[in-house]
């Protein structure tokens, strides 16, 4: 870090806003919510969705209750615009939901745009370009008469190529790219010009979206800006005012909570702040934060694993455990005073009361969460360092869900005795209640076979087993041998995580497997299987976290 940074950042200069009415603005309805996760969320990731993932990630905001989702940018590559296709071609869109593509000003890429979204319903078209003035002098060497230009001659596009399929309900959005670091009496110039052209009523209104496409300055800085456009932005009344914060300097889910309270309706994001750089803004924090308040977003978190791990799949990143409201680690208390005032809480805490347990914002049932992780063993007590000590002294390294479930055993015995758990106690207890877990189903032993008839990457497997004292011999054929041993149980099972490693170096080392599972549609219980063999250590798995069902 330089000595003087003044001299090499030049900060940004708020606006002159002295009669500001947001400071004083009460949130009591949620915005209008719109899914980038598709999107802008996409495109950030190492390795895009591929069409079974994105399909996954769809379905699951349309089930959280997103009723606009950005799901494309077609013209960037076939991918995306097949995407599209399939959508509309497959009538996968509820009626209640519109879908939304990104365009840049580019006469072909409009045009493309728009050939994706031939037959939809209903269909945003997302036209954007830069306006400040780094992009306009570095990036396009142009000036505003040109920036201005490239945004009205791409709204008259849309407009004519759109009026050619009026069977779709048709609605533009205008991004001035860049909004947070341009001038704002020129963002309203174009955003202005660009209404002229397309003409909205409030009847049949267009959206102008404000982007922080690089957040730039404090969240009330940008709030000014918002309310600023709010005021002064032409046909209002024919508007819906849109924001898209970025993350840079870590405060945008403050900055979109203030600019609806300066005026804006409509908010864009990712689950969990998922995009470019630092992410956008993250719509779970945004909309518990609502809720926290007593406002209900109109978004349905009451399962937020279950969208973590959707996430999770889809995006190939995992959710820090610290993250608010969703992370394994949010509603658990360590520190032994905290831990003493969350039971104490827990212990007055009513029903028909006012939710009031301290350091607990929400209560965790509200989205899906358990109290007995709540009040789980704590570090201080000497029992925390749980998972430490199984990996230091035995190897085994428990996923973190794992870790909060095994924790419970733990809890259990340390109460019953009232002393310390050793190391060898910890892994008595692990081995109790996970590995030597073959009641009902024990394993005997298991053959891989090639499929016939099944598609190439099939897996086929027998498995010789014992239950209720009899030995019998189960088949089934899958993807893998954890898929093709569910099949072969004949039982309503869903594998929600599966984890594997070895427990040593070396070739000769065996291989600890974790399976955490459904059985019939009940809570998620873990599994754990050890064997020479990787195969087998994963059927002891399985069959451990059946038993452990029961």
């Known amino acids: 870090m330089i000595a003087d940074p003044s001299a090499k950042y030049r900060g940004f200069q708020p606006i002159a806003l002295p009669d500001r009415q947001w400071p004083n603005a009460v949130l009591r309805h949620p915005p209008i919510w719109m899914s980038t996760d598709l999107r802008d969320g996409n495109q950030a990731l190492i390795e895009p969705m591929d069409s079974e993932r994105k399909l996954a990630m769809f379905e699951a905001l349309v089930k959280i209750g997103f009723k ?33 593509v990104l365009t840049q000003s580019r006469e072909d890429l409009i045009r493309r745009s728009i050939e994706s979204l031939v037959g939809a319903r209903r269909a945003i078209v997302h036209l954007y370009n830069p306006i400040a003035p780094a992009w306009r002098r570095i990036v396009f ?26 069977e779709t309900e048709w609605v533009l959005q205008y991004s001035p790219e860049t909004f947070s670091a341009a001038e704002v009496e020129f963002a309203k110039e174009v955003c202005d010009a660009v209404s ?21 300055s404090t969240p009330n800085t940008y709030a000014d800006q918002i309310e600023w456009m709010h005021r002064h932005l032409a046909r ?84 820090h455990p610290r993250h608010p409201y969703a992370g394994d680690l949010v509603f658990t208390a360590f520190s032994g005073s905290h831990q003493d005032a969350i039971r104490k809480g827990m212990a007055q805490q009513r029903p028909d009361q006012p939710w009031e347990v301290p350091y607990l914002p929400i209560d965790p049932a509200d989205v899906g969460r358990g109290y007995d992780a709540v009040i789980r063993v704590n570090s201080q007590s000497g029992k925390g360092g749980m998972a430490y000590v199984l990996e230091q002294e035995h190897g085994f390294v428990l996923p973190r869900r794992m870790q909060i479930e095994f924790s419970r055993v733990i809890q259990h015995v340390a109460d019953d005795t009232g002393g310390e758990v050793t190391g060898s106690d910890l892994f008595g207890l692990f081995r109790r209640e996970y590995l030597d877990a073959d009641t009902p189903w024990r394993y005997r032993g298991h053959r891989l076979a090639e499929s016939h008839g099944h ?26 041998p954890v898929d093709a041993l569910v099949n072969a149980l004949a039982m309503e099972i869903e594998v929600v995580d599966y984890h594997e490693h070895a427990l040593a170096q070396g070739a000769a080392a065996a291989a600890a497997c974790y399976v955490e599972l459904r059985v019939h549609g009940g809570a998620a219980r873990f599994g754990a299987g050890v064997d020479d063999n990787i195969v087998a250590a994963a059927i002891k798995a399985v069959l451990s976290g059946v038993n452990r069902s029961r």
């Open 236 to 319: 209002r009344d024919s508007i819906v005012l849109s924001v898209h914060p970025h993350n840079d300097r870590g405060t945008a889910v403050a900055a979109a909570e203030l600019a609806v309270m300066a005026g804006a309706d409509r908010v864009e994001g990712c689950l969990f702040g998922s995009g470019e750089r630092t992410g956008n803004v993250d719509l779970v924090t945004l909309a518990l934060n609502l809720y926290s308040q007593g406002v209900h977003p109109g978004l349905d978190f009451s399962d937020i694993d279950r969208v973590r791990q959707v996430a999770e799949h889809c995006t190939q990143l995992p959710v």
């Open 68 to 100: 606009e989702i950005e799901v494309a940018f077609p013209s960037a590559s076939q991918t995306d615009f097949d995407f599209v296709r399939k959508l509309i071609e497959e009538q996968r869109i509820p009626d209640d939901v519109t879908i939304e």
């Open 141 to 166: 060497d142009t000036d505003q008469a040109g920036v201005k230009a490239l945004a009205v001659s791409g709204t008259r596009l849309i407009k004519q190529l759109t009026e050619a399929h009026p």
């Open 196 to 216: 002229d052209v397309w003409q909205p009523t409030p009847e049949r209104k267009m959206i102008v979206n404000l982007p922080a496409t690089v957040e730039m």
């Open 455 to 480: 598609a190439d990457d099939a897996v086929h497997i027998e498995v010789e087993l014992e239950h209720a004292g009899q030995v019998r011999t189960v088949s089934g054929t899958g993807n893998g």
